[in-house]
């Protein structure tokens, strides 16, 4: 729970947009600060209603453009932050002008696409070509870089952040309030849960599910989310015939994707390095699966093998290869007691390595060290 006082030290939080449906994980992050308070500063807010916060600042098209804010101004001269936070390498060139204009140390959590943005903007749309020249200079000073997987850390130091600055570091979830409902013993629900584009695969997801669905008639697929993809998907369920076991469930709250998990026994999480490079890092919501005893089946790709133990807790299988997706899925839907044991494993893993108070209390013991490593350095 976020404690307000006026004795704890302030954390500046930027993030481009607050928020997307899919980053309630910044959200759980924020309302979990003990020994921090926390503002937000953010070029856009987006969906209040889901994600109300009190302490939001909202700059403008001039602030996008030129990273500057005198709204923005105002507050750190009068709030006297200890830190900037950056979630995403593409709000640290933002959070990067404040940190040197105010003389305080910058912390970068990296959490996939930023990444690949920071290596090659011009691949992107243009409103990420400013990291050319604001990316590299961000790098180098930051204080500390957080990695969602180790794959993102090897490629931030193939382009030159020095490795001392980099350091793997695991989101949590609330696992708490993630359970296992009652479930229908004589059908097994599968699910695939994220925004409709490239990167998260969800077209082997489908290729895979259509395979084993020719063998069960018991066997059903919820796909939640949306975006540019969704004709595409929509079409391809259409083409491989499954249309009567597939649900298009749109975009849900973060409670109404709790108790569609709670009521899932398999989740999908067949994830891709996009052609452009955009990628994704440890996928919240195979923890969120995991803690509500959902068999996960993902693949080998950023950070999904530190979640999933493969053939323990879930699956792990090469990226696009929907034949051994469907492989793993016609396991599991045979076998109701394996799928209860890698279930069980899985919620410990949860429990052990990514409760969300535990990784709290290590982010805000990085604060402390970013703090004291910049009073060295200053």
């Known amino acids: 729970m976020h404690n307000v006082s006026s004795q704890l030290p302030r954390v500046a939080v930027f993030c481009s947009n607050f928020l997307h449906y899919s980053q309630t994980f910044i959200h759980n992050e924020l309302l979990s600060h003990i020994r921090y308070e926390a503002d937000v500063f953010t070029w856009r807010r987006l969906h209040e209603e889901r994600f109300p916060y009190p302490h ?10 030129t990273r500057h804010s005198t709204y923005f101004d105002k507050a750190f001269r009068t709030r006297h932050y200890s830190l900037v ?45 400013p990291c050319t020249w604001w990316g590299p200079a961000m790098l180098q000073d930051m204080t500390l870089g957080l990695c969602a997987s180790n794959d993102l850390r090897n490629m931030l130091i193939e382009i030159g952040v020095p490795s001392d600055k980099l350091i793997v570091y695991k989101l949590g979830v609330e696992v708490s309030s993630f359970m296992k409902a009652e479930r229908d013993p004589n059908m097994v629900n599968i699910a695939m849960v994220g925004r409709f584009v490239e990167k998260k695969g969800f077209e082997y997801g489908i290729r895979a599910f259509a395979e084993i669905a020719k063998d069960y008639n018991n066997v059903c697929l919820k796909i939640i989310g949306a975006g540019k993809l969704e004709r595409q998907l929509r079409n391809l369920v259409n083409t491989l015939g499954v249309a009567s076991k597939v649900i298009f469930m749109g975009v849900l709250s973060p409670l109404e994707v709790r108790n569609i998990l709670s009521r899932t026994d398999i989740l999908i999480a067949p994830s891709v390095v996009a052609r452009n490079g955009d990628r994704d890092s440890g996928l919240i919501v195979v923890k969120e699966a995991s803690a509500s005893h959902v068999v996960p089946i993902g693949t080998y790709h950023g950070g999904i093998p530190d979640i999933i133990e493969d053939e323990v807790t879930g699956y792990l299988v090469p990226e696009r290869d929907w034949q051994a997706i469907a492989h793993r899925l016609h396991t599991l839907v045979k076998d109701p007691i394996a799928r209860q044991h890698m279930a069980e494993a899985g919620r410990v893993k949860m429990e052990k390595e990514y409760n969300n108070v535990d990784r709290l209390e290590v982010l805000e013991a990085l604060y402390d060290t970013a703090i004291a490593t910049w009073t060295k350095i200053v």
């Open 56 to 65: 939001v600042y909202t700059g403008n098209l001039i602030y996008a453009l």
């Open 85 to 129: 936070h950056a979630h995403f390498g593409t709000s640290g060139i933002y959070a990067h002008a404040y940190a040197q204009r105010f003389h305080i140390p910058l912390v970068v959590t990296f959490h996939g696409y930023d990444v690949a943005v920071l290596r090659n903007p011009w691949r992107f749309p243009p409103q990420y070509w």
